[in-house]
């Protein structure tokens, strides 16, 4: 454990303490793409960083809508549901965000 004394001879416990919780905040954040990846949604909510984050997930999340729209096509089903939930994850960014608050910017992926 790193230990400091800051300017008013405080004992600070800082960096061990800050990278436990950024560990933890990453293992959240990569649970919750794999649940996303597997069923197209997740009960966890994770914090992201930052917007870039959002579109790190969100380009999974759209390179996977298209492949599904592809396949609905490709087996003449109707395809409505999932070019809106396309649209609404375009739209994600397009939010305010607090990254000092958990949440999850993402629509649920309608089923095929």
Same mark, same amino acid.
């Given at each position: 454990?790193?230990? #400091?004394?800051d300017?008013n001879?405080?004992?600070?416990?800082?960096f061990?303490?800050e990278q436990?919780?950024?560990?933890?905040?990453?293992n959240?954040?990569?649970?919750f793409?794999?649940?996303?990846?597997?069923?197209?949604?997740s009960?966890?909510?994770?914090?992201?960083?930052n917007?870039?984050?959002?579109r790190?997930?969100?380009?999974?999340?759209l390179?996977?809508?298209?492949?599904?729209?592809?396949?609905a096509e490709d087996?003449g089903k109707?395809?409505?549901?999932?070019?809106r939930y396309?649209q609404?994850?375009?739209?994600?960014?397009?939010?305010?965000?607090? #990254?000092n608050?958990a #949440?999850?910017?993402?629509?649920?992926k309608?089923?095929?």
């Open positions: 454990m790193d230990v #400091f004394i300017e001879n405080e004992y600070v416990v800082h061990e303490l436990q919780r950024e560990q933890q905040r990453l959240t954040l990569c649970q793409r794999l649940d996303l990846r597997k069923v197209g949604s009960g966890i909510v994770p914090a992201f960083a917007i870039d984050e959002v790190e997930v969100r380009a999974a999340l390179i996977d809508a298209d492949i599904s729209i592809n396949k087996a109707d395809t409505q549901a999932l070019r396309r609404a994850l375009r739209d994600v960014t397009a939010q305010s965000f607090d #990254f608050e #949440f999850n910017p993402f629509p649920v309608p089923a095929n």
